[in-house]
């Protein structure tokens, strides 16, 4: 029923910015939050940012707080993550998914309805 679709991933040089867009079909934006993680080889998914309708709020990892902004275009039923100043650390598959309950907004384990991922690779 919800889908996620991931785009927006490549190769950026180090510093560069990159833009990764989310778009869900099935649902509109109204009763839940939006979440970004992301996975490198050998490490399990990380929390990157998320950001809940309740009352618009906004969260970051801290390693990514001041370079990574998550924002919304309901119109367009999209989730964005721009990234700035990027480095070799953010390398990664980069995945959005939805968050239903009202819990930890950085677990992993409470959010659903996962997109394929991108792929993001910082050259140095």
């Known amino acids: 029923q919800v889908q996620l679709v991931e785009s927006g991933g490549g190769l950026v040089q180090a510093g560069g910015s990159r833009r990764l867009s989310c778009v869900v079909s099935?649902?509109?934006?109204?009763?839940?939050?939006m979440g970004w993680f992301r996975q490198a080889p050998g490490k399990e998914r990380e929390f990157v940012a998320a950001?809940?309708?309740?009352?618009?709020?906004?969260h970051y990892a801290d390693n990514v707080k001041g370079r990574f902004t998550i924002s919304t275009d309901n119109a367009k039923n999209t989730v964005y993550l721009q990234m700035n100043s990027l480095n070799s650390e953010d390398t990664a598959v980069y995945y959005c998914?939805?968050?239903?309950?009202?819990?930890?907004?950085?677990?992993?384990?409470?959010?659903?309805?996962w997109g394929q991922g991108t792929q993001v690779t910082v050259s140095s």
């Open positions: 099935g649902r509109t934006f109204s009763d839940f939050a």
């Open positions: 998914a939805v968050q239903y309950n009202s819990g930890n907004y950085r677990a992993v384990d409470n959010y659903r309805n």
């Open positions: 950001v809940t309708w309740s009352f618009g709020s906004t």
